[in-house]
């Protein structure tokens, strides 16, 4: 009942920058907290960013100073804007978001996943 749609990713030469959006939609009460995760070949999922609804953000080390982590809560859409890039960004990207539906309680949903390559 609840969707999350990327969009963005592609390739883009070192140091370069690309933007990435994902937009929750269906039976969505409130949204708690949304963020971003990635997965490079052989390796496991991992925190990128994140934001709470009321604003609070939270960064991999990795991407602090280089990534922007944002979000449009009217529009249920969080934004990541990646600059600097490195090839050791290279990695799948996820969306999470965790949502309160219509009923109490909280649960956790997933965008399909956006490719993200660095490379010269």
């Known amino acids: 009942q609840v969707q999350l749609v990327e969009s963005g990713g592609g390739l883009v030469q070192p140091g370069g920058s690309l933007g990435l959006s994902c937009a929750a939609s269906?039976?969505?009460?409130?949204?708690?907290?949304m963020g971003w995760y990635r997965q490079a070949p052989g390796k496991q999922r991992v925190l990128v960013a994140a934001i709470t609804s009321g604003g609070s953000t939270n960064y991999a080390d990795s991407v602090k100073g280089r990534f922007t982590v944002s979000r449009d809560n009217a529009k249920n859409t969080v934004y990541l804007q990646m600059n600097s890039l490195k090839p050791e960004d290279t990695a799948v990207y996820y969306c999470?978001?965790?949502?309160?539906?219509?009923?109490?309680?909280?649960?956790?949903?997933w965008g399909q996943g956006t490719q993200v390559t660095v490379s010269s």
């Open positions: 999470n978001a965790q949502i309160r539906t219509g009923v109490p309680g909280i649960s956790a949903y």
């Open positions: 269906g039976s969505i009460f409130s949204i708690y907290a």
